[in-house]
């Protein structure tokens, strides 16, 4: 290679990793941004912003995940199970959507939608701890519902009411932790 080509490889590499730095830096002033607006509760103006940068970039994996948090934290659960669904098919390996959106269903009695889910997130992740907290609370759940239906169909069953009593103590409804914005 000539000293002239290889001057101009060696420029180009160097534009290159100085545009993938400011490319970084300017994503991270924008996820800045987003913590500070979603800190002093101006969740409509961090929306409006997150919906703005996905204009942009539709396939961001961490803003459309931001962007279910956010839906979530303004109590607009039926929009936030539609990103963090969506954001599961589209990136199956990465657990977190899945545990979000187990967490919903969770908030809303659905059980069995938040077991399948958590089970998706540890097909995607084995060793998220997260995902395994989540899920035996959602065992839990079923225990406790399936030993209320029992005490229910047998009042006089003298074994279930103290496991039905450690369980209430152990859990309370929708407890399943969500993860903050970072996929």
């Known amino acids: 290679m000539s000293p002239f080509l290889s001057s101009v490889t060696r420029c180009l590499a160097a534009l290159a990793v100085l545009g993938a730095v400011a490319g970084a830096r300017a994503q991270a002033d ?8 979603a800190a002093a509760g101006e969740h409509a103006q961090a929306l409006a912003r997150v919906d703005k940068l996905l204009e942009q ?3 961001d994996a961490q803003l459309r995940f931001r962007k279910g948090v956010l839906l979530a934290e ?3 659960p039926a929009e936030a199970m539609d990103v963090f669904a969506k954001l599961a098919a589209d990136y199956p390996e990465i657990p977190e959507p899945h545990n979000n959106l187990a967490v919903l269903h969770a908030a809303a009695g659905d059980y069995d939608q938040a077991r399948a889910a ?3 997130a540890l097909r995607a992740n084995p060793d998220y701890a997260v995902a395994h907290q989540n899920l035996g ?3 839990a759940q079923l225990a406790r519902r399936s030993y209320a239906r ?3 169909l047998d009042p006089s069953n003298p ?3 103290p496991k039905l ?7 309370t409804p929708a407890a399943p932790t969500a993860p903050r914005p970072s996929p």
């Not at 924008?30 to 607006?37: N, V």
């Open 57 to 59: 970039r539709p396939r």
């Open 165 to 171: 009593a450690l369980l209430r103590q152990l859990v």
């Open 118 to 120: 958590l089970d998706a």
């Open 137 to 139: 609370d959602i065992h």
């Open 159 to 161: 074994v279930v009411p």
């Open 74 to 76: 303004v109590q607009r």
């Open 150 to 152: 029992a005490l229910q």
């Open 30 to 37: 924008e996820q800045a941004e987003l913590d500070r607006l």
